[in-house]
């Protein structure tokens, strides 16, 4: 019911920059948090940043100085401005979103916690 979609992956030299998007869309009612995560070959999906409805960060320490995440309300997106990236940093990027859903209930619509994930957006740093 909701759909995310991101955009703005690719391939950059280690020190260069790139931002990432991912915006919302379908039977949103409100959405509380959203965030990025970010997943290695081998490795467990991690942490990168989240930002609350209440503009409230929280970083990875590995990101901290060189990644800055932000909102646009009006949009339901979610932006991931990286820079000095690091090879490190090379993996599979994933937007996350919670909040609050429309659905039918027995007495007409009310609503419903989602947590959705996007498909995922591949950012590879070379040395």
């Known amino acids: 019911q909701v759909q995310l979609v991101e955009s703005g992956g690719g391939l950059v030299q280690a020190g260069g920059s790139l931002r990432l998007s991912c915006a919302a869309s379908?039977?949103?009612?409100?959405?509380?948090?959203m965030g990025w995560y970010r997943q290695a070959p081998g490795k467990q999906r991690d942490l990168v940043a989240t930002i609350t409805n209440g503009d409230n960060t929280n970083y990875a320490e590995s990101v901290k100085g060189r990644f800055t995440i932000s909102r646009d309300n009006a949009k339901n997106t979610v932006y991931l401005q990286m820079n000095s990236l690091k090879p490190e940093d090379t993996a599979v990027y994933y937007c996350?979103?919670?909040?609050?859903?429309?659905?039918?209930?027995?007495?007409?619509?009310?609503?419903?916690?989602?947590?959705?994930w996007g498909p995922g957006t591949q950012v590879t740093v070379s040395s």
């Open positions: 379908g039977r949103i009612f409100s959405i509380s948090a």
């Open positions: 996350n979103t919670v909040g609050l859903t429309v659905v039918r209930g027995t007495y007409g619509a009310t609503t419903a916690k989602f947590d959705s």
